[in-house]
């Protein structure tokens, strides 16, 4: 159970740890990472001719959050490592993290508690094997976040460095296992084989939509992911890396239509629940690096959208494409920029859903007049001399906010500041 606990009281532990590792670097026993991350955002006030239980605030609205953690990573023979990562998290998300598919924090959570909480995102035993011809084998099992391991992209993966917004830091249409807090149990395989690797995961999903706790059953509850990489190095040196990913959950999901077909005054997706169900996707990722300059990135990414989104947020279509300007190009080696835009939609009875008044978990205006979420974002990040602080300064422009043209568009400014070592 996650407890509260006093800011204090972790910063205690964080200086006492990086102590411990500063002792222990030397005989290269332990390794011990840090992690600090602000972000304040703020969106001024914007039209909506009516607004439900899950829209955003149509007022001006500022909200804070708050992220710190500490990795200890410990080798217990060749190859296998044991990994406890603990975390805190306090703050909030503009509207509690309500009111858009694509949400413009990726570093908040839908919780509207914003008291400073610890808990445990990662308890895991990693092993690996290296084998002759460049092939290897990692196996993990434990509490880890599917994204540690999947979907990953060097330009659009990571909220507190990169782009801020949830449909950018993984597929969009990707519902994948996780507890409110992004975390699940499971077995995880990657094997590599020259320029190729394969992966797969084994996992729990939660209890019931959007819920803190996960649970595995082989019958009614779990999620199967597999991705396949291929890295291609051109001959002037340039990279590239495509991804393509599979996943299946099973779980006690409502359904669409008979939500939209089964319902006396408004329709709620809570009372199809029904164990077994399940929900297909698949996702496409490249990136592409020229030199030390910019990259371009870009997904795709579809689920089948005929039951309830369960552990992610409410997008059931997705494509994105951006780009990544470093700082090498301006004499800032240490700075980079960004830029992308996305657009999000809904499948045809999910559409249906919150056009007759439907809520899920994130969004729910009351009624809908649709159209595709569309979304621009961009940040610089920069380096504050003498000090491992980066800074970020971060625009997003969202059009039809949770699929809505009677509501926006949405202006978001925002501020992120981060520290690791």
Excluded: C
């Amino acid at each position: 159970m996650e407890k509260p606990v006093n800011i204090l009281s972790f910063a205690a532990l964080f200086i006492s740890a990086f102590a411990f590792s500063q002792e222990t670097d030397s005989i290269r026993k332990y390794s011990l990472r840090f992690q600090m991350t602000s972000i304040y955002q703020y969106h001024p006030n914007f039209h909506a001719k009516y607004s439900g239980t899950n829209s955003m605030d149509p007022k001006e609205e500022g909200a804070l959050s708050l992220t710190s953690t500490l990795y200890l990573d410990v080798p217990l023979w060749k190859g296998a490592t044991v990994t406890f990562n603990p975390e805190m998290s306090g703050g909030e998300g503009l509207s509690q993290a309500r009111g858009l598919g694509g949400f413009p924090n990726g570093e908040t959570f839908r919780i509207g508690d914003p008291k400073p909480v610890v808990y445990v995102a990662r308890m895991l035993l990693e092993q690996k094997f290296q084998f002759k011809n460049n092939k290897s084998l990692q196996l993990v099992f434990g509490k880890f976040g599917l994204a540690d391991y999947f979907d990953n992209n060097n330009y659009s993966h990571d909220p507190r460095t990169q782009f801020m917004n949830w449909s950018l830091m993984t597929h969009g249409a990707w519902d994948y296992a996780a507890n409110t807090r992004g975390y699940t149990d499971g077995l995880y395989a990657n094997y590599q084989f020259d320029s190729w690797q394969v992966r797969a995961s084994l996992s729990a999903l939660p209890t019931y939509a959007n819920g803190p706790n996960v649970e595995f059953n082989f019958k009614d509850s779990n999620a199967v992911n597999v991705e396949i990489e291929k890295q291609i190095v051109f001959n002037n040196n340039d990279t590239s890396t495509i991804k393509l990913l599979g996943f299946r959950n099973i779980a006690g999901m409502g359904n669409y239509d008979e939500a939209n077909t089964s319902f006396t005054t408004i329709p709620d997706i809570k009372s199809t629940r029904k164990s077994g169900r399940t929900k297909y996707g698949i996702g496409l990722n490249m990136d592409y690096t020229h030199g030390d300059n910019w990259g371009l990135f870009a997904r795709m990414s579809y689920n089948d959208g005929k039951n309830e989104t369960w552990a992610f947020t409410e997008i059931d279509k997705s494509a994105q494409l951006g780009i990544n300007l470093k700082g090498k190009m301006w004499n800032r080696k240490d700075d980079f920029a960004g830029i992308a835009l996305v657009a999000n939609g809904l499948s045809n009875p999910h559409k249906e859903y919150q056009k007759l008044g439907g809520d899920g978990f994130m969004i729910g205006d009351g009624t809908l007049n649709y159209g595709t979420e569309q979304i621009v974002e961009v940040f610089y990040s920069f380096l504050v001399p003498n000090t491992k602080i980066t800074l970020s300064p971060d625009y997003q422009f969202a059009m039809n906010p949770a699929y809505n043209k009677d509501r926006g568009p949405v202006q978001f400014l925002a501020l992120r500041f981060h520290t690791e070592f």
